[in-house]
């Protein structure tokens, strides 16, 4: 069940729902000199990938990036000038800027809309990932069954030890998009933050506190966040292929 026990399941708008792309924060796990939304992937900056993606993705009412108060570089990506992308100032953290995202929202959307929070980061997401998404409980996220042995160190101090090895057969990674009608994402959120901020890692981490159990959709391994500077060169190589093969695709139609 998605909901809380005494609560009715919320009613996902099958229409059409909007985005959420916060994209306010530094990355300064690159160690890059700007914003890691703004580094060079194929050509272009990383996040124009991402929203061309988001604009593809099949009953997109439209896109809330959240930026930084001095970002001089947004208003001069091409996806920036589609009429479905709207943005408002992000905050300091994650959280923050996803809520002042929603805020925008609520004054032009109904209650029960379907919101997808994504990460300005993982460019690659699938069609067929989307559509399972949109598919699943009106809470729900894509993510990846663990496939690596699981460890659980003794502490952060020093050098790591194994304090234990976790089942990973109920270990999953979490990725974006994450799903949640309007309202209800809203309201855990801003519960969430008051009552424990330290646990708000993701929107899937609020629903939980309230009391939800979103929907695990698995998502393709190519849905990976760029977080390190290696990173960026697998998703270069990744996307090359991936032109590659709609290259011979379009070749092989007509």
Same mark, same amino acid.
């Given at each position: 069940?998605?909901?809380?026990?005494? &609560?009715?399941?919320?009613?996902? +708008?099958?229409?059409?729902?909007?985005?959420?792309?916060?994209? %306010?924060?530094?990355?300064?796990?690159?160690?890059?000199?700007?914003?890691?939304?703004?580094?060079?992937?194929?050509?272009?900056?990383?996040?124009?990938?991402?929203?061309?993606?988001?604009?593809?993705?099949?009953?997109?009412?439209? +896109?809330?990036?959240?930026?930084?108060?001095?970002?001089?570089? /947004?208003?001069?990506?091409?996806?920036?000038?589609?009429?479905?992308?709207?943005?408002?100032?992000?905050?300091?953290?994650?959280?923050?800027?996803?809520?002042? $995202?929603?805020? /925008?929202?609520?004054?032009?959307?109904?209650?029960?809309?379907?919101?997808?929070?994504?990460?300005?980061?993982?460019?690659?997401?699938?069609?067929?990932?989307?559509?399972?998404?949109?598919?699943?409980?009106? =809470?729900?996220?894509?993510?990846?069954? %663990?496939?690596?042995?699981?460890?659980? &160190?003794?502490?952060?101090?020093?050098?790591?030890? +194994?304090?234990?090895?976790?089942?990973?057969?109920? #270990?999953?990674?979490?990725?974006?998009?994450?799903?949640?009608?309007?309202?209800?994402?809203?309201?855990?959120?801003?519960?969430?933050?008051?009552?424990?901020?330290? =646990? #708000?890692?993701?929107? $899937? &981490?609020?629903?939980?506190?309230?009391?939800?159990?979103?929907?695990?959709?698995?998502?393709?391994? &190519?849905?990976?966040?760029?977080?390190?500077?290696?990173?960026?060169?697998?998703?270069?190589?990744?996307?090359?292929?991936?032109?590659?093969?709609?290259?011979?695709?379009?070749?092989?139609?007509?």
């Amino acid at each position: 069940m998605n909901t809380p026990a005494n &609560s009715p399941e919320p009613t996902p +708008v099958a229409t059409s729902y909007w985005a959420i792309v916060p994209a %306010a924060g530094s990355g300064k796990r690159m160690g890059a000199g700007k914003p890691k939304q703004y580094l060079p992937l194929a050509g272009k900056p990383l996040i124009a990938h991402t929203l061309e993606n988001i604009l593809q993705w099949p009953g997109l009412a439209g +896109v809330i990036v959240a930026i930084a108060a001095d970002d001089s570089e /947004f208003e001069h990506l091409a996806a920036a000038q589609d009429s479905r992308v709207h943005t408002v100032t992000g905050g300091a953290e994650r959280a923050d800027s996803v809520l002042a $995202a929603l805020d /925008f929202l609520s004054e032009r959307a109904a209650p029960e809309t379907s919101v997808l929070v994504h990460d300005a980061a993982r460019p690659m997401v699938s069609r067929k990932d989307i559509e399972s998404l949109l598919a699943a409980g009106a =809470t729900a996220l894509l993510a990846q069954p %663990a496939s690596d042995t699981i460890k659980q &160190s003794r502490d952060k101090s020093g050098e790591p030890t +194994v304090e234990q090895t976790l089942p990973r057969d109920r #270990i999953w990674l979490a990725q974006t998009p994450q799903k949640a009608p309007l309202a209800v994402l809203l309201n855990a959120l801003k519960t969430g933050l008051a009552q424990a901020p330290e =646990t #708000i890692t993701d929107e $899937a &981490s609020a629903l939980e506190l309230a009391g939800y159990h979103p929907q695990l959709v698995p998502a393709c391994r &190519s849905n990976f966040k760029i977080t390190h500077p290696a990173d960026l060169i697998l998703a270069e190589a990744l996307l090359q292929h991936r032109q590659t093969l709609e290259k011979l695709q379009s070749g092989t139609d007509t």
